[in-house]
């Protein structure tokens, strides 16, 4: 059984490549059932069902898809998975027409171009609704957007209220337990990537979940700002 990762309290992480190259997160609501962020690349089905039955949640557990943006490592699971759960999907406004034509956003890198580094393929998803910068999601004490553009248009974090849970979604990496910026050779607009970061550090953020990276849960708050202010400089 694959055992999912207690980030904080109601909150796991799911890897589905490896240990930490590629996660999903699980949120326990209030009536128990669960909010996806992510569902990994296509054959990801089986860890995240495995996991999720670590945590006693079967997939119809499960009412909400929410995607952190449309790349084929974060929406390729969705319709597998999807199949078992028959959840709502919900990606930000200015990504919904990548995920449902199938297309991820152009890349700005031309060495990612003409290598076809960077799969522009990905899954057609269907999306069922999409939400902007700012929103509260009815989740838990509230699940704020953050748009975080830059890694794709409709790029965003989450930030669970109750927790103080930040989910960064590419806007920010943890490989090698080192905060780094979004990889530039995938990003549609790293300049952009770099600025929208630096919003994430105004939150009052206890733990901090990636989805490339293993958590932060000890001086989350510090390590983040410490990061932002001495890239920006
Ligand atoms: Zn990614």
């Known amino acids: 059984m694959l055992d999912s990762i ?14 930490h190259a590629i996660n999903s997160f699980a949120l326990i609501d209030d009536d128990d059932k669960v909010v996806l962020i992510d569902a990994g690349l296509k054959g990801s089905t089986k860890k995240l069902i495995s996991a999720l039955d670590s945590i006693g949640k079967q997939p119809t557990d499960v009412k909400m898809i929410l995607l ?35 297309k991820a956003p152009e890349v700005e890198s031309a060495l990612a171009k ?20 700012d929103d509260i999601l009815k989740v838990r004490d509230g699940i704020q957007v953050i748009h975080t553009p ?5 790029h965003v974090s989450f930030y669970d209220k109750k927790t103080g849970t930040l989910i960064t979604g590419d806007a920010l990496f943890n490989m090698r337990d080192k905060i780094t910026h979004s990889v530039k050779l995938f990003c549609y607009d790293s300049k952009m990537a770099k600025e929208s970061a630096i919003r994430l550090g105004d939150l009052d ?22 990061f932002l202010i001495k890239k920006s400089q």
């Open 6 to 19: 207690k980030i904080s309290d109601g909150i796991y992480r799911i890897p589905t490549l490896f240990s």
């Open 68 to 102: 952190t943006h449309a790349h084929s490592d974060h929406l390729g699971g969705v319709n597998n998975f999807n199949a078992h759960s028959h959840s709502p999907v919900l990606i930000h406004d200015s990504d919904k027409k990548y995920a449902q034509d199938g």
């Open 114 to 133: 003409v290598f076809t580094l960077f799969n522009k393929n990905i899954d057609k998803v269907s999306i069922t609704d999409t939400f902007k910068d």
């Open 150 to 154: 830059g890694h794709t248009p409709g």
């Open 205 to 226: 953020v206890e733990a901090i979940g990636f989805m490339h990276g293993r958590e932060i849960t000890q001086n989350a708050k510090n390590t983040l700002k410490d």
